[in-house]
């Protein structure tokens, strides 16, 4: 039984302390939070303790961490978890610095302590499911691939300040997607931003709409599309064109139903937001990386996967503060 350390008991910690808890190989032994109150709500709902960053990371009976705090602190918890033989699970992104994020992998790597980073999104199905097509040459090389990621409204100001900025927080996501899908990084980014949705988003320096497009080495491109705002839910969509046909992962809608009359063809909109759209991923997350560290195994995603797309926002958002013109990656 994998005994596990929860770092964080915001939104996202109750999402995986549902998952370790859920799952038949894992038990949530302990729970931290800046705020002890947050813990302790965690620790009561899911039967484990409430204890501090410090002791969880220093407790030999404790076999892995799932570090769920902010991004600011992301480094500085896996070295010292690893430096304590932890195996890790992370929350996206590594850290809001590329350089900081370097160390880290460094540091990691040193240790020898395998760490997984939270792009839960390579665990849905339905991106798994076009994944598998692909790498089973269903539609022949892949040459054009199109990723469209709305939220349905933006979050606080407060939040955007502190967040790195929508290349390091949202597309990030989709950085990571498209180095899945395509097999590599791309050599260069370029990036068309604005604020339109909010102004406020805009004055703290940030943006809440942008499109981004990639060039791969072997002459391949890559589009992604993010907007804060699409007042009909969480639109999540992939479109792979390849040399023999055409892959496409739809939107999860909030039920099947589709009423046809004389007025027209109407069905339901897609689901709100992350949590009803990606639970199940969250859930096969978790499992594969229990796998990983049982089987000892490579894990599916790793830390160089996560500096990897890290290097991609920091190259977008590069070219968006200098009109959109292309970055090399290699460059930041």
């Not at 799952?23 to 800046?34: E, I, N, Q, R």
């Not at 899908?181 to 703290?204: C, H, N, Q, Y």
């Not at 839910?233 to 809608?253: I, K, P």
């Amino acid at each position: 039984m994998l005994k596990v350390g929860l770092l964080g008991a915001g939104r996202i910690a109750g999402v995986h302390a549902t998952a370790i808890t859920a799952h038949p190989g894992s038990t949530l032994v302990a729970v931290s939070d800046y705020l002890p109150a947050n813990a302790e709500k965690i620790a009561a709902q899911y039967g484990c303790a409430a204890r501090s960053t410090e002791e969880i990371i220093a407790d030999p009976s404790i076999d892995a961490v799932l570090i769920a705090t902010s991004t600011d602190t992301h480094s500085g918890l896996i070295e010292a978890a690893t430096s304590a033989g932890k195996v890790v699970l992370c929350e996206k992104p590594v850290d809001l610095s590329l350089e900081r994020a370097c160390a880290c992998l460094a540091h990691a790597d040193k240790t020898g302590k395998p760490v997984m980073i939270g792009f839960n999104r390579r665990f849905d199905p339905n991106f798994g499911a076009l994944k598998k097509a692909l790498e089973a040459g269903e539609i022949g090389k892949a040459e054009l691939l199109s990723i469209t990621s709305f939220d349905p409204a933006p979050p606080p100001v407060a939040y955007v300040k502190v967040s790195g900025g929508i290349f390091r927080d949202m597309m990030i996501h989709d950085f990571d997607m498209a180095n899945f899908l395509m097999g590599a990084a791309p050599v260069t980014v370029a990036a068309t931003a604005s604020s339109i949705v909010d102004p406020e988003i805009g004055s703290v320096g940030d943006f809440d709409t942008a499109v981004v497009s990639m060039t791969y080495a072997d002459g391949r491109i890559a589009v992604i599309k993010n907007s804060r705002r699409a007042v009909y839910g969480y639109d999540q969509r992939v479109e792979l064109l390849g040399s023999r046909g055409l892959l496409q992962a739809q939107n999860m809608l909030e039920n099947t139903v589709v009423k046809s009359t004389a007025d027209g063809v109407t069905g339901a909109k897609p689901t709100y937001f992350f949590l009803e759209r990606y639970m199940p991923a969250y859930a096969a997350e978790w499992a594969a990386f229990v796998e990983a560290v049982k089987g000892g195994g490579s894990m599916p995603v790793t830390l160089r996967d996560g500096v990897d797309a890290l290097a991609m926002a920091e190259a977008a958002t590069a070219s968006a503060k200098s009109g959109g013109a292309p970055v090399r990656v290699d460059s930041v």
